[in-house]
C-alpha cells in the first residue's frame, strides 16, 4: 500500500501548482482552523469567514514560493489568529488595509496579550529547531496526538514519528542548554548548566550530579532551568501552545480534542458556492486577487476575494517558521473570464473587553485565624475595560482585618511592583474594591486579609461580582471555611521567589565521646534522643549563652519583599530572640507577633513568629544571619532553634505567584499524614519551589515524606532522602541541626487537588512553615 504524502511532500505539490494537494491539506487541517475560530470570534459565518481567509492567504503565499515547507498546522494556526486580530483593527479604524499589506510574512506574530513569551527561552530554543522538528513536537506534545494520528502528516510509520520526536526532544534541550550557556551571567553557573542535559538522563557520575544538587539549591536562576529541562514537554505546553494559538491555546486544544484533528471540511467549499466558478481545468487557478481551491476529486474552483483584481498580493499572515527567502512569484494560469465579485465583509464593533476573574483563600480559611483572599482579573478581549468595580462577598464568620494605621480602608496585599490602585472600602459583610479601567491583554490582582472567627461555619467561600463597563463576571471560590488547614501569613505575585535559612540552638557536647562524629552527620546517633542536648553558642560573644548562624546567599539585585522570623523550643515558655543581621555587630531584641503551643509525646513545644521585614528591609541581606538566646530547656529529646523566612523579588526571578503558610502541626503518631489545601495558586502543573520549616525531626527515624501532588519529593540538603525528608539539616548551615530542618523541594504542582502532603511514618515532627512560589504568567 503506498504511504499517504506527508504535509511537506503535498505542500511541493502545491507549489507546482497542483491543485488537489492543497484540497488534501484542507481537509487535514480545516478541523484545527475551525477549533481555533471558534474560540476567537463568535458565529459560525464569522468563523467560516476567518477560515477562508486564512487558506486563502496560505495559498497565496505558498503559489508564490512562500509559507511553510513542512508545519503547516502551527503555520495555519498562527494566520488564523492574525487574521482574526487585523479584521478587527480594520473595522475598529486603528489601522488601514493598506498597513496590513506591509506585515512581513516572515515575522511571527505575537499577540498583545502574550507580548514576553516570544522572547523566553524555551520558546526562543523551539523556533531555533528545523522546522520539521518543530511540526512533530508541536502534534505530539503541545496537542497531545498519538504517533499513530500524526504518521500521515509527517509521511512516516507510528515508530518513525516517536522516534523523531525523541530525537526533536533531545534538540530542544540541547538548544535550551546553548542559550542558557550564552546568557548565564555568572561564571559558576555555565559548567554547571553545561552537566545538566546529562543530569536529567541520568548520566553524570555520583560526584558531578552532587555539583548540580548543590548549585541549584543556592541559584534559583539554575534551579529554574534544571526543572524546565527535566520537562520540556510541560514547557511546550505552557508556552509555546500559547504562543501559537494564543491566551485560549487550552479552549482549542479540548475542541480539537472532542473534534478530531482529522475531521473533514467540505463545508466551506459548499458554503461559498455563490462564490465559487466552476472551471475546466483540473489546476488550481491562482488570480492577481484571489485563490482557486481545488476538490481533490473532480473540479477546481476559483475563489476572488475583492471586487476588482488586486494589483498588489494580498498581505500573508506572519507565522511561527522561520523567515521565507526572497522568491518571484511562481506563473500560473489566470482565467479568460473576469473573476466573480464578491460581497464586502460584515463589519463588527470596535474591540470589546472580556473580564475572566477568579477569587480564592490562599491557602486555607482556618477557624480561629487570619488569612488572605485572593482575587484575580484578567482582560482577554481586544479593547480595554471601564472601571473596575469588585463587590466581594465573604462567608458568614470571615471579616476584614483593618489596615495597620487608622482609616476606612481595608488591610491590602498588592503584586510586587505594580502601581495598580486599587482601593477597597468595607461593604456590608464583604468589600468594595475599585480600579482604574484594565488594558487589553493585561491582568491585575488584589489580595485582602481577612480574619476567619472560632464559629465561623463551614461551607460556600468568597464570591465577587466585577464591573467593568459593560458585561459582568461572576465568580466565586470553591472551598470556604475550614477547621484545620494553614492559614496565609503573606502572599503576593510578581517576579518572587521564596528563600529560608535557619540553625539549631541545641546540639550534642563535643565531651561526649562520637559527638564530634554527629556534628558532621556522620556515625548512627544522630537524633537529639541519644544526646543530653547543650545550648550551641558559635558567636563567642559574653552577651549571649545560645546562638548559632546561617548563610542567606541571594541573587544580585534582590531586595527583600517580607520576612519573617520563627523560632520554637521545647517548652510552653516562648519570649523575645536575639537577631543580628549580616554587617552588624549588635543583636536586635525581637518579641513574637504570634505564638502557637502543641503537645508532642515527650511534652509541650511552642513556634513563635514575628515579621522582621523590617529589620531585613534595612540590613544588607546576603550574609550571616545570627539568633540567639530564645527561650529553651537544655536536655535529652529537648528541641530549639529559628529560620528566617523570605519572599524576595529581583529582575532574575520568574514571574511566579508567592505565599507564606503557618502551620504548627504535629505529624506523625495518631494523625501519620497531613493534606494542606494550597488554594488560591492557579498556575497548577507549573513548577513549585517551597520551603519547609519542621522542628523535632530525628535524621535516624526515616517514613518522613514530602509531596506536592505528584509524588514523593527529594530534598535539597542533608541526606537527600525523599523517604527521610527531616533529618536535622538546615539551608545555610553546615552539620548536624539537631531537631531543627529548613529544607528546599521543588517539584510540580499538582493538579486535580493542588495541596502540600506530609507523612511521618516512625517519627512525630512539629511542622511548621511551608513557603511557596509558583511558575505563573504574568
Not at 371 to 376: A, Q
Not at 456 to 464: I, K, L, S
Not at 636 to 663: F, K
Amino acid at each position: 500500500m503506498e504511504s499517504p504524502l506527508s504535509d511537506a511532500d503535498l505542500l511541493k505539490e502545491v507549489r507546482a501548482g497542483d491543485a488537489a494537494a492543497y484540497g488534501r491539506l484542507y481537509e487535514r487541517h480545516v478541523a484545527a482552523a475551525r477549533a481555533l475560530a471558534r474560540q476567537l470570534v463568535r458565529g459560525e459565518s464569522e468563523v467560516e469567514d476567518v477560515m477562508a481567509e486564512s487558506f486563502t492567504k496560505i495559498l497565496d503565499l505558498v503559489g508564490r514560493g512562500g509559507g511553510p515547507e513542512s508545519g503547516f498546522r502551527t503555520y495555519l494556526l498562527t494566520v488564523v489568529r492574525r487574521t482574526v486580530y487585523d479584521r478587527h483593527r480594520v473595522e475598529s479604524r486603528q489601522v488601514t488595509t493598506g498597513e496590513i499589506e506591509q506585515y512581513d510574512p516572515g515575522v511571527p506574530f505575537v499577540d498583545p496579550a502574550l507580548v514576553g513569551l516570544e522572547r523566553s527561552m524555551i520558546s526562543r530554543a523551539f523556533l531555533s529547531l528545523p522546522e520539521r522538528w518543530r511540526a512533530v513536537l508541536w502534534h505530539t506534545e503541545v496537542e497531545k496526538c498519538k504517533p499513530a494520528e500524526v504518521a500521515s502528516l509527517l509521511g512516516l510509520s507510528a515508530n518513525g514519528v516517536a522516534a523523531l520526536a525523541y530525537r526533536a526532544r533531545e534538540g530542544l534541550r540541547q538548544a535550551y542548554l546553548q542559550m542558557h550557556l550564552r546568557a548565564a551571567p555568572a561564571h559558576e553557573c555555565r559548567p554547571v548548566i553545561g552537566k545538566m542535559g546529562a543530569y536529567v538522563r541520568g548520566g553524570l557520575a555520583r560526584r558531578d550530579s552532587r555539583t548540580v544538587d548543590e548549585h541549584v539549591n543556592d541559584c534559583e536562576e539554575c534551579h529554574g532551568v534544571l526543572l524546565e529541562l527535566a520537562d520540556v514537554n510541560r514547557g511546550l505546553r505552557v508556552i509555546v501552545g500559547p504562543l501559537v494559538a494564543g491566551p485560549v491555546f487550552a479552549g482549542y486544544a479540548a475542541a480539537l480534542a472532542k473534534a478530531g484533528s482529522a475531521a473533514g471540511g467540505a463545508g466551506w467549499l459548499s458554503r461559498l458556492s455563490g462564490r465559487l466558478r466552476r472551471t475546466p481545468s483540473r489546476q488550481q487557478v491562482l488570480t492577481a486577487g484571489g485563490v482557486a481551491v481545488a476538490s481533490a476529486a473532480v473540479a477546481a474552483f476559483v475563489l476572488v476575494s475583492g471586487e476588482e483584481p488586486a494589483t498588489r498580493p494580498p498581505a500573508a499572515a506572519a507565522p511561527l517558521a522561520q523567515p521565507a527567502a526572497s522568491v518571484q512569484p511562481v506563473p500560473m494560469p489566470v482565467p479568460s473570464e473576469p473573476p466573480a465579485r464578491v460581497p464586502p465583509p460584515r463589519r463588527e464593533p470596535p474591540g470589546r473587553p472580556r473580564l475572566r476573574a477568579t477569587i480564592d483563600a490562599l491557602g486555607a480559611l482556618v477557624r480561629a485565624q487570619p488569612g488572605i483572599v485572593g482575587l484575580r482579573l484578567r482582560n482577554d478581549g481586544d479593547g480595554p475595560s471601564g472601571e473596575l468595580a469588585a463587590t466581594v462577598e465573604l462567608p458568614p464568620g470571615v471579616t476584614l482585618l483593618p489596615p495597620a494605621r487608622r482609616g476606612h480602608g481595608v488591610a491590602l496585599l498588592a503584586p510586587v511592583g505594580t502601581v495598580d490602585g486599587w482601593s477597597c472600602r468595607q461593604a456590608g459583610l464583604g468589600a468594595r474594591c475599585v480600579r482604574q479601567p484594565l488594558a487589553a491583554g493585561q491582568g491585575t490582582a488584589v489580595f485582602l486579609r481577612v480574619l476567619v472567627s472560632e464559629q465561623a461555619p463551614e461551607g460556600a467561600g468568597p464570591a465577587v461580582l466585577v464591573d467593568g463597563g459593560g458585561p459582568r463576571v461572576r465568580a466565586r471560590a470553591e472551598q470556604g471555611v475550614r477547621t484545620v488547614g494553614a492559614s496565609a501569613r503573606f502572599a503576593t505575585e510578581g517576579r518572587v521567589a521564596v528563600r529560608a535559612v535557619g540553625n539549631t540552638l541545641l546540639s550534642c557536647s563535643e565531651e561526649h565521646d562520637g559527638c564530634a562524629e554527629a556534628r558532621r552527620r556522620q556515625g548512627d546517633r544522630r537524633d537529639n534522643d541519644l544526646w543530653p542536648m547543650t545550648a550551641l553558642d558559635q558567636d563567642s560573644s559574653p552577651a549571649t549563652t545560645a546562638s548559632s548562624a546561617a548563610r542567606l546567599t541571594l541573587p544580585k539585585d534582590s531586595r527583600v519583599v517580607w520576612a519573617g522570623l520563627y523560632w520554637s523550643a521545647s517548652g510552653t515558655e516562648a519570649g523575645p530572640i536575639k537577631v543580628r543581621a549580616p554587617g552588624r555587630r549588635t543583636y536586635v531584641s525581637v518579641r513574637p507577633d504570634h505564638v502557637t503551643t502543641l503537645a508532642m509525646p515527650l511534652g509541650p513545644a511552642y513556634q513563635a513568629f514575628a515579621d522582621v521585614t523590617a529589620l531585613a528591609g534595612q540590613a544588607r541581606p546576603n550574609g550571616f544571619w545570627w539568633a540567639a538566646d530564645a527561650p529553651m530547656a537544655e536536655g535529652a529529646s529537648n528541641h530549639a532553634g529559628w529560620s528566617l523566612v523570605m519572599i524576595v523579588t529581583g529582575p532574575r526571578q520568574p514571574y511566579s505567584q508567592a505565599v507564606v503558610l503557618d502551620t504548627a502541626t504535629v505529624v506523625g503518631g495518631p494523625t501519620r499524614m497531613i493534606h494542606l489545601p494550597l488554594g488560591g495558586l492557579s498556575p497548577v502543573a507549573a513548577p513549585a519551589r517551597a520551603e519547609l520549616v519542621t522542628w523535632e525531626g530525628d535524621a535516624d527515624l526515616g517514613g518522613d515524606k514530602v509531596s506536592l501532588g505528584t509524588g514523593a519529593i527529594r530534598p535539597g540538603s542533608g541526606d537527600r532522602d525523599r523517604d527521610n525528608v527531616f533529618d536535622g539539616s538546615a539551608n545555610g548551615a553546615a552539620g548536624m541541626t539537631f531537631g531543627v530542618d529548613v529544607d528546599t523541594v521543588a517539584a510540580e504542582l499538582g493538579r486535580r487537588d493542588p495541596g502540600l502532603t506530609i507523612a511521618a511514618d516512625r517519627d512525630v515532627v512539629l511542622f511548621g512553615v511551608a513557603a511557596l512560589s509558583v511558575r505563573a504568567r504574568s
